[in-house]
């Protein structure tokens, strides 16, 4: 089966990114680190590829120039089993970067993250119970950061 990995197109932050991301995830860490050699399109010695690892999931990060950004049409999701943990990453992965609705954000390089309590599935289903499916999607709607007691108690 083959293995998929994600790369990370970055303008020069390749590697203060990489190094971001495995301080944030605890089970985590660089795997590799290449760099541009004479005649590149970077000055030589410059970092061109960082490989890392989130939870057994691979990454690139690559040091591609400024010709792509992200956009919130992909983003990483991280499921949550409790509000302390939604706490702490989206209060990582927001600093420096942007809060958005419904536990979106981006980090400081632009990356969109998914920070959600992984009881929410369920909870939008309401559990055979449109009525309620209904209240914790408009209490969903109202917030950036996810209260997970609001969103059971709606």
Not at 47 to 54: C, D, L, P, W, Y
């Amino acid at each position: 089966m083959p293995h998929i990995a994600a790369c990370l197109w970055f303008n020069g932050q390749a590697e203060e990114a990489a190094n971001f991301y495995v301080s944030v995830f605890k089970n985590s860490r660089i795997t590799q680190v290449s760099r541009f050699g004479e005649g590149g399109p970077m000055p030589a010695g410059t970092v061109m590829v960082v490989a890392f690892e989130i939870e057994n999931q691979s990454f690139t990060a690559l040091n591609g120039g400024p010709q792509y950004t992200f956009s919130e049409a992909t983003s990483f999701q991280v499921p949550c089993d409790t509000q302390d943990q939604i706490d702490y990453y989206w209060e990582k992965l927001a600093a420096g970067g942007q809060p958005g609705p419904c536990g979106w954000l981006k980090d400081r390089f632009g990356l969109s993250w998914q920070v959600f309590p992984s009881a929410l599935p369920k909870l939008l289903s309401g559990a055979g119970d449109p009525a309620k499916a209904q209240r914790v999607f408009k209490t969903m709607m109202t917030m950036q950061k996810i209260d997970l007691a609001a969103l059971q108690n709606a």
